[in-house]
């Protein structure tokens, strides 16, 4: 397959962009929703020995979910810089020690967003965390033992990620 024309369709929070492909001599649209990379982790309490998660309502499954901290790579960061500012932002918690475990597309058919996924150690709670109230952020911070968290059945493909990887790397 190979892209032809790039045109910007729509220029909002998110950018919608239509791509004429051509694939074994046919020429098609194809729509393509640019969400950026984005940063996510599980967060586990060395001293406590527990998961943090969070609870917030999110747009796109229009409910509440309970997930591991996300947020995007903003212009001019690196993941690792973006992930320990969300981290700090959701569950007020001062990052000691990041290992990145996984990079992957949340849905190639149609978007770009790659999401770096990472496993944070963390023993200080320096901040009340919750989010950012100016970008409209109201986050409820969760402790999970380990058996809670293998328990935890969520519709997040990053969040399920996350677990698996816990339960085979149990610590």
């Known amino acids: 397959m190979k892209i032809k024309n790039r045109e910007k369709a729509y220029d909002g929070y998110f950018k919608i962009y239509k791509l004429t492909v051509e694939q074994q001599g046919h020429t098609f649209t194809r729509e393509q929703f640019d969400r950026g990379d984005a940063v996510a982790a599980l967060v586990f309490d060395t001293e406590k020995r527990q998961y943090i998660l969070t609870r917030q309502f999110r747009v796109g499954s229009e409910s509440e979910l309970v997930e591991v901290v996300a947020g995007m790579v903003d212009q001019g960061e690196q993941p690792e810089e973006s992930i320990t500012r969300e981290v700090e932002e959701e569950t007020g918690y001062h990052v000691d020690k990041l290992q990145h475990l996984h990079t992957f597309y949340s849905s190639p058919g149609g978007t770009t967003e790659r999401v770096m996924l990472y496993f944070a150690e963390v023993t200080k709670q320096n901040g009340a965390g919750g989010g950012n109230a100016h970008e409209h952020e ?30 085979l790397n149990r610590r």
């Open 138 to 167: 109201f986050i409820e911070i969760l402790h999970l033992s380990p058996e809670e968290l293998d328990a935890l059945e969520t519709p997040d493909a990053k969040t399920i990620i996350a677990q698996q990887w816990a339960k």
